[in-house]
């Protein structure tokens, strides 16, 4: 029995250590690519443009939608709160900060790496499948330039503008609540909305979000490069792409606030 | 009883040359100490039933393997020690046409074959459509260029990935399982055009198959694996002749014994 158990161990162990080795070589060759082989070698602007519509533009009605409904959410549950010590006016305060130092970068990221993350891993799974990964090393094509950096530099750049796009649709839909729902002057609102959120709380976000981008990015290329076998594999890896992401989207969230907290 | 290499050419002339190959996967041994040679515009085929390491083989003569222990040489040099620019410099003078045919399927046909030749050579746009146009058409695709890989039977598909894989005019082409899934004309074309690209070109060719009727018509030496060892290594007519009794059980095709056993089937597993 014990010799099972240990065995099972040391096998989940073993699995564990060739897993990180891993993470931690596509970690180190994404890094060159991104930075010493794009300037020795150029970056497939083609692609890029591509992964940037796929990643950002197309990803803009979800996130607008949804950033939408958390701004009216936000406003109405303050409202319930507020109302009680008349200060409805705080409205704007609470629903801009939660949406601008929290939700906006969270929700955001917690979207694309439901939308692309899980692209990224079932894209590259599949072609491992079809053997594409290996046409492209034995055409002495590097998998990583030519798959992983443009998506990674698509998620650097697209991911903070859709966390600055929730953060706007957000704030608007609190306003259309506090205005049209709470009785709340717009010209009011607006001003206290500015009072309430200063340029370092916007940026803060804009900084998770650079972060959550990598998380999306290395998680997803990762998972995919671990598919193995057929349809199924590329199955389970998505899913755990997009569990792992969210969980650690959201680690990486509590780490950020604590060390804001800490330092503020 | 193995039927050793008895092809008269100097050995020092080989384009590859394999030796003592050891690979395992896990704890499981898939090659067992292979060795081979493959010399200028000849047609290798290797041979043999599924599972025996033929595909291992494959993928660790194109780098995509690293051994246990054991050479791969390619122009006097070890593939298995070199590092990615070295490497690189070998794969540019390979091509490889994948069992799947192994299309990039969000590009067209052209961009397919023409991708080799944008990555690697300083070619201007129009050259490069020139180029291409050439190797699809010498795989009779011509007029199929703007078409995207889900629009091709499986033969057009491996028609258009044998275009990819001689678009940078390699002196190397290996062929994994080319008539897999193929129907016996179109397997027939198949091998036509791979009889014609050695006379054209005057490549080596490397073909991994168990496509008898095929192996008989394009090879010019045949290698026969089982169990990740090379058992036999000869002609057409020596095979064909051969009194070794897994050979002549593959030549005539005859079934395992009881394949229902479950020692049989591990030992099977248990050679890869």
Request: aromatic share 6%; glycine share 8%; charged share 20%.
């Amino acid at each position: 029995m014990v010799r099972y158990l240990l065995g099972y161990i040391g096998h989940w162990a073993g699995k564990a250590v060739a897993n990180l080795h891993q993470a931690a070589r596509l970690i180190n060759q994404t890094a060159y690519w991104l930075t010493i082989g794009s300037f020795k070698k150029g970056v497939r602007v083609g692609s890029l443009i591509h992964e940037m519509t796929a990643v950002g533009f197309n990803s803009i009605p979800i996130v607008a939608v949804i950033a939408f409904c958390i701004g009216m959410i936000l406003a109405l549950q303050a409202a319930y709160q507020l109302r009680r010590i008349g200060a409805m006016v705080y409205v704007a305060d609470l629903v801009s900060l939660s949406i601008a130092r929290e939700l906006g970068p969270m929700l955001t990221a917690i979207i694309v790496a439901g939308r692309s993350g899980a692209a990224f891993t079932a894209e590259i799974g599949s072609m491992k499948v079809a053997e594409e990964i290996d046409a492209l090393v034995t055409m002495g094509l590097n998998p990583i330039k030519f798959l992983v950096v443009p998506k990674f530099m698509a998620m650097l750049l697209m991911l903070p503008c859709l966390t600055l796009l929730a953060d706007l649709t957000g704030m608007v839909a609190g306003g259309v609540i506090g205005v049209a729902s709470l009785g709340l002057d717009a010209g009011v609102y607006y001003q206290q909305t500015l009072r309430a959120v200063a340029m370092k709380d916007i940026v803060g976000g804009l900084v998770k979000s650079l972060s959550f981008a990598c998380i999306i990015t290395l998680v997803g290329v990762h998972q995919g490069f671990l598919v193995e076998g057929g349809a199924t594999s590329v199955g389970e890896r998505t899913t755990s792409s997009v569990v792992t992401s969210i969980f650690l989207i959201i680690l990486a969230d509590c780490f950020f606030t604590t060390l804001s907290y800490i330092f503020t | 009883m193995t039927h050793l290499p008895n092809h008269n050419q100097d050995p020092s002339i080989a384009a590859i040359e394999v030796r003592d190959l050891v690979v395992h996967y896990g704890p499981r041994k898939i090659l067992d100490g292979v060795s081979l040679r493959v010399f200028p515009a000849e047609i290798l085929v290797v041979l043999g039933g599924s599972g025996c390491g033929k595909s291992t083989l494959l993928r660790t003569m194109l780098g995509l393997l690293r051994p246990t222990s054991g050479q791969v040489l390619v122009k006097s040099k070890d593939i298995t020690r070199l590092n990615d620019d070295e490497l690189l410099e070998i794969r540019l003078k390979t091509g490889v046409l994948f069992q799947s045919a192994a299309l990039f399927n969000s590009m067209t046909i052209e961009e397919n074959v023409s991708l080799p030749l944008r990555e690697h050579t300083a070619l201007n746009d129009a050259t490069i459509k020139i180029m291409s146009k050439i190797k699809i058409g010498l795989v009779g695709l011509s007029g199929y260029e703007d078409f995207m890989p889900s629009q091709l039977s499986g033969g057009m598909k491996k028609r258009a990935g044998l275009a990819r894989a001689i678009s940078m005019d390699p002196e190397v082409l290996f062929f994994d399982e080319p008539s897999a899934g193929l129907d016996p004309i179109t397997a027939a074309g198949l091998d036509d055009l791979i009889l014609k690209l050695k006379k054209t070109f005057k490549m080596s060719i490397i073909v991994v198959t168990h496509e008898l009727p095929s192996v008989f018509k394009i090879a010019d030496r045949i290698v026969m694996m089982d169990k990740g060892l090379v058992i036999f290594d000869g002609t057409v007519e020596e095979i064909k002749a051969s009194s070794i009794p897994r050979v002549r059980q593959f030549i005539e095709r005859e079934p395992e014994g009881d394949a229902s056993r479950t020692d049989q089937f591990l030992e099977a597993l248990n050679c890869g």
